[in-house]
């Protein structure tokens, strides 16, 4: 589903990520961690073509991510969850659902679809004609997972998805994120919060000062001393 080889990323001259390689394959439930400023965003960045690589290679279900752009993937099937949920505040909640159904190459079919995330996200359902800048961060947190979910995406890329949540939330969020991927979704889930996402992910990578350094099982990775020098 997911390939990079060697990748090389720069802000500037400044140096960002160092010879990272990893998979993702059908079906899996994929973290990747890290402390702050491990390079975990400029990896989201890179996969989602935000961002040129000085040297390696992507792939997305075998399509080379040379020269693409975002809503090229999108057509081909990947949902995105970036960092700071990056909803329009000043449209309504349904609208912007429906900005991430046509982003993946639909026009017909949204309302049956759009049921779908509202019985998956009953919180959204209340919401649906409010303007979304006007949700709680939780409201959004849905909000934006139900936009990516939508256009019923083979592979969703998920940034930090935790962030600002409260504990009781975050459980929440991350029970519906592991039910996603029980129903078929591959998930490539970014997080600093090393408990929860190697809870329900079936492998972890650790990634520090921009370099892996860590990977395997999740249950095994969950208790390796890597993870705790960083984390504890």
Do not use: W
């Not at 700071?84 to 046509?102: C, H, K």
């Amino acid at each position: 589903m997911l390939r990079l080889e060697n990748v090389d990323t720069n802000y500037g001259v400044v140096a960002m990520l160092r010879d990272v390689s990893l998979s993702v394959e059908p079906g899996e439930l994929v973290c990747i961690l890290g402390p702050n400023g491990a390079g975990k965003t400029t990896i989201f960045r890179a996969i989602s073509a935000l961002l040129p690589l000085a040297r390696g290679r992507i792939a997305i279900m075998g399509q080379d991510l040379k020269g693409s752009r975002t809503e090229a993937l999108s057509a081909l099937g990947v949902g995105f969850v970036p960092e700071g949920r990056r909803l329009f505040g000043d449209i309504s909640v349904r609208d912007n659902i429906r900005l991430g159904y046509e982003a993946q190459g639909h026009q017909a079919g949204f309302e049956g679809r759009l049921e779908e995330m509202l019985e998956l996200f009953p919180r959204v359902r209340e919401r649906i004609r409010q303007r979304a800048g006007t949700l709680s961060g939780g409201e959004q947190a849905m909000v934006a997972l139900a936009r990516a979910l939508v256009g019923k995406p083979k592979f969703v890329i998920m940034d930090e998805p935790s962030l600002g949540l409260s504990p009781k939330l975050i459980d929440e969020y991350f029970d519906t994120v592991a039910a996603v991927n029980r129903n078929g979704t591959t998930v490539l889930l970014i997080e600093q919060n090393a408990e929860m996402a190697l809870s329900i992910a079936h492998r972890g990578i650790l990634l520090t000062k921009g370099r892996v350094v860590a990977a395997g099982n999740a249950a095994e990775l969950l208790g390796s001393d890597a993870v705790r020098h960083l984390y504890l």
